[in-house]
């Protein structure tokens, strides 16, 4: 069954888009640690990151690291971090953070932004790519 970052992907369910090329997607988390928490996502459905070859592995970092200095540009922070977990949603994707405090990696405190917010956030981010 297609994972739910694939229905992102092909459109099927809606998302804050932030930026996307051939191989790749990023768009807002849903349910976000810290304003402009984002997902960065290799179209191609893989579980584990460890599993994409190295040409896959070095592709999404360099995708991730050009969407983390546009996220860097836009919401206030000491740093973006970066986090790969994918025990909810078994389809590779990178977290990327602004962070101002260690309990923003946590994945226990959470923000609720609204949908203009989202939409705001997602446009000023991809305007900095
Ligand atoms: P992980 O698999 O790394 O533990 O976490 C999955 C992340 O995906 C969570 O931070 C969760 O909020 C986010 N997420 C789950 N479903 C959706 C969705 O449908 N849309 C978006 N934008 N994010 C989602």
């Known amino acids: 069954m297609a994972s739910i970052f694939t229905k992102i992907i092909e459109g099927e369910i ?14 807002l988390d849903i349910n976000p640690n810290a304003k402009g928490h984002t997902l960065c ?5 893989e579980n ?8 896959g592995y070095a ?3 360099e995708f991730s690291r050009k969407v983390a ?14 986090s790969v977990i994918g025990l909810e949603v ?8 602004p ?7 946590t994945f226990q405190s959470k923000v609720k932004l609204g949908k203009d917010e989202f939409v705001a956030l997602a ?6 790519l």
């Open 69 to 82: 200095i546009a996220l860097e540009k836009t919401v206030p922070c000491n740093r973006v971090g970066m």
């Open 99 to 105: 962070l101002n405090d260690m309990s923003e990696m």
């Open 41 to 45: 996502v290799p179209k191609d459905e």
């Open 14 to 27: 809606p998302c804050y888009k932030v930026a996307e090329d051939n191989k790749h997607i990023a768009f």
């Open 90 to 97: 078994p389809h590779v994707h990178v977290h990327l953070i």
């Open 48 to 55: 584990k990151i460890f599993d994409l070859d190295k040409a």
């Open 59 to 61: 592709d999404l970092m």
């Open 123 to 128: 446009k000023e981010i991809a305007g900095n």
